[in-house]
C-alpha cells in the first residue's frame, strides 16, 4: 500500500545539522513513529515527501528553517517560575527544561536562572537550522474509523487515550 491521506504510516527517522551531527533519532526508543497522513501530525513538508511510498521505502528530505522548526525569533524570552521546568533539580544555563503550556509541553533553554525564576529561550533548540531527515517506512496500513474521527493514529507509535 502507497502512503496518501488516511494511511497511518510508521516510519524511523535521524535528524541531522548541515555538519552531519545527528540531533534526534526514533531509533534511539527501538520504536518507529505512528501518524495519520493527511492530518498535520507531522511537518507538512515531510508528510508532502512521504506521498507515495511504500513499506521498505526510505527517503533522505533536506529541510530549510521555514519547513522546519522555524526562523529562530530574536528576543523570544519569557521569564518562568522554576517550579514550572521539569526535567532537572537544580538548574544552569544551558540546560534544556520542559515547560508546561496551555498547548502541551514545550521544550526551553535555560538562559539565566534565579532564586524563584528562570529566563528561557522559546525558540525551539532547532529553530534556524537547515535539517535533513532522514527516513524509513516501516509499515503502511488503512486508518481505522476512529482514528480518522480523532485525527491521529493509534497504537504503538501513536497516540494512547488515559
Known sequence: MQIADNAVVRFH?????????????????QHPVAYLHGHNNIMPAL????VGKAAGDTLS?????????????????????????????KWQPGMLALVHTDHGQRQVLIKKVG???????????LAGKTLT??????????????????GHAHGEGGH???
Do not use: C, W
Open 61 to 89: 528530505v533536506t529541510l530549510a528553517p521555514e519547513d522546519a522548526y522555524g526562523e529562530y525569533q530574536e528576543g523570544a524570552e519569557q521569564r518562568v517560575s522554576l517550579k514550572h521546568l521539569s526535567g532537572a533539580d
Open 13 to 29: 527517522y535521524e535528524v541531522k545539522q548541515q555538519d552531519g551531527e545527528v540531533v534526534d533519532s526514533s531509533r534511539d526508543e
Open 47 to 50: 508528510e508532502k515527501a512521504m
Open 133 to 150: 531527515f532522514d527516513l524509513e517506512v516501516i509499515d503502511v496500513r488503512e486508518a481505522t474509523a476512529e482514528e480518522i474521527e480523532h
Open 160 to 162: 494512547h487515550h488515559h
Open 115 to 125: 532564586k524563584f525564576m528562570a529566563t528561557v529561550d522559546l525558540n525551539h533548540p
